[in-house]
């Protein structure tokens, strides 16, 4: 007896190109929406290696994508898309790859520019320890090294 929420493979596998090509997406979002069409393991698995083989679907490129946009977009630091990556079941040597690609130049901006409207922010606090605390918590939950945050809170 058929699945009664099988789209069919055909109908599945042109929807899952359109879905992968219109963004990067990671192998996990595409398995969990070709189950969602009501396919079966064994037609997502053909499916899956069809796409990859096709290079809709590639775990490096997907890496950097999501990396840079984190990045430039939201402003994260390398600890949260690491741990986000993860999260994702990217592999190690992919992650490597996607830190790789942000500069350490822009880094190193972002960080400091994040750093100074911080400390405007908390600058009418009295106590110069907690405005380094509140400096320190927000970078940290930004996703900024702990190595990088401290140096700059020598500055102060």
Excluded at 47 to 68: K, Q, T, W
Aim: glycine share 4%; with cysteine.
């Amino acid at each position: 007896m058929a699945n009664p929420l099988n789209i069919g493979i055909e109908q599945a596998a042109q929807k899952i190109r359109q879905y992968c090509a219109y963004q990067e997406r990671n192998h996990q979002e595409v398995k969990e929406k070709l189950f969602g069409y009501g396919l079966y393991k064994d037609q997502v698995d053909t499916l899956m290696a069809s796409l990859i083989s096709e290079n809709y679907l590639n775990e490096e490129r997907y890496a950097i994508a999501f990396a840079g946009g984190k990045f430039r977009v939201k402003e994260w630091g390398k600890v949260k898309i690491k741990y986000a990556l993860k999260q994702n079941k990217i592999s190690e040597y992919c992650i490597k790859k996607a830190l790789n690609q942000i500069s350490e130049d822009d880094y190193l901006r972002t960080l400091e520019k994040l750093f100074h409207a911080k400390h405007k922010e908390v600058k009418k606090e009295k106590n110069i320890f907690v405005q380094k605390k509140k400096i320190q918590n927000y970078l940290m939950q930004k996703g900024f090294e702990h190595e990088l945050i401290h140096t700059l809170l020598q500055q102060l």
